[in-house]
């Protein structure tokens, strides 16, 4: 498509509950990214994919989080045993090259609520 | 430890006025800045960026100056209009690798 999708729009999770967040990136599109914006502070780079491989998890966290894109699949990004400090606006983006200057296009982000 | 900073968390301007939105970064190793707007319950979308390599770079009422040896950056947008009002983020890159952007500064025009 035109836009990157993200689904769902909002999730609400019980402490311990598993969270899995979807992203369709723009069609041609080559990269994907994901960021968590926790309490509308600066965005924080996870991790980024080349296709379907990872490019950089620099910033996911070891335990608990875990990434895919897989071929003809939406990118997913998937939280074991949420924790309250979790809750935060998670934001994809993809980008068809892997030039820096070259702009990412952000979906909408999934506000993600664990109680 | 913030290696971008936009130190102004909010900003007002009267419309027609030129808006300054600054940015400071500590890594030297960021190869390209960019500016990102972001309306309430949307993504960020991308406004311009520069090269390390430059010192400014325009496209229409957006300009963005770069002083490397301040590690300094700054967005100005002339002539400021109320649809202009939004959030906006300055982001570092290093080779296409570890984006990271700053916390945001949230721009007012005022009619």
């Known amino acids: 498509g035109e836009e990157v999708a993200q689904t769902p729009k909002h999730l609400v999770r019980g402490e311990g509950q598993k969270a899995k967040l979807y992203c369709a990136p723009i069609?041609?599109?080559?990269?994907v990214f994901w960021y968590q914006q926790v309490l509308k502070n600066e965005f924080k780079f996870l991790i980024s994919?080349?296709?379907?491989?990872?490019?950089?998890e620099t910033g996911m966290p070891k335990e608990r989080f875990s990434a895919k894109c897989l071929p003809n699949s939406p990118c997913s990004l998937e939280i074991q045993a949420t924790k309250l400090e979790d809750s935060a606006v998670y934001f994809c983006?993809?980008?068809?090259?892997?030039?820096?200057?070259?702009?990412?296009?952000f979906g909408p982000g999934t506000r993600l609520t664990v109680l | 430890d913030q290696q971008v900073k936009q130190n102004s968390p909010s900003l007002s301007v009267q419309e027609g006025r030129i808006s300054i939105l600054n940015c400071d970064y500590t890594?030297?190793?960021?190869?390209?800045f960019l500016w990102y707007k972001k309306y309430p319950a949307e993504g960020p979308t991308f406004l311009i960026s520069?090269?390390?390599?430059?010192d400014k770079n325009e496209d229409g009422r957006f300009t963005v100056f770069l002083n490397k040896s301040a590690k300094h950056l700054s967005l100005h947008i002339v002539p400021s209009q109320p649809g202009d009002s939004a959030v906006y983020f300055c982001?570092?890159?290093?080779?296409?690798?570890?984006?990271?952007f700053g916390p945001g500064t949230r721009l007012s025009v005022l009619p």
């Open positions: 983006a993809s980008s068809p090259t892997r030039t820096s200057g070259n702009e990412q296009f």
């Open positions: 069609k041609g599109h080559s990269y």
């Open positions: 994919f080349q296709n379907e491989n990872v490019f950089d």
């Open positions: 890594n030297s190793m960021f190869d390209y």
């Open positions: 520069i090269s390390s390599i430059k």
């Open positions: 982001a570092a890159t290093n080779y296409g690798q570890n984006f990271v």
